[in-house]
């Protein structure tokens, strides 16, 4: 429940009302005078739970503690969700072995923090004849981190480019 579109106290305009007491006991349908009586007795709020419900659900609560509580809620999901991103490792068919390891290490860092990589195949002048060697090249990469990642697809051309593209396992 989002605390934006709830309504509140003299917003309700809805009578009768299904109504739940501050400690969650269901005091049952009342007419909306007799809730905002209670509600002010307890110095408390009317915060309507289940608007589409017939009759309405409104519960007796702190406001206040409650949206609180929400964006607490809120702030606490958005710390834990992680944002996978895709991260690009560009290669060439000509490439030296120590330079292919270099990259695999980059790539294996990538997909421990659990991102995307996009390996592209950069095919320059009459390079993109012999496109089995880029393949070849491709081919053993992910061979090199089969532990850490699976392939999406099939490796797939894009005018002088090919791409492999890779996820982490447990992602």
Known sequence: MSTKNVRVNQQIRISPIRLIDSDGAQVGVVPLEE?????????????EVAPTARPPVVRIMDYGKFKYRESKKARDAKKRQHV???KEIKLRSKIDEHDLQFKLRHARKFL???????????????????????????KRFQDEVVDLATQEGEIKMEGRNMILLLSPKNA
Do not use: P, Y
């Not at 809730?35 to 915060?47: C, H, I, S």
């Not at 421990?112 to 004849?129: D, I, P």
């Open 112 to 138: 421990e923090k659990h991102n995307k990589v996009k390996v592209t195949m950069v095919f320059r002048g009459r390079e993109v004849v012999h496109k089995e060697l880029g393949e070849e090249v491709l």
């Open 35 to 47: 809730a905002r009586k209670l509600a002010e007795e307890r110095e408390l709020d009317l915060v």
């Open 84 to 86: 996978i991103q895709m």
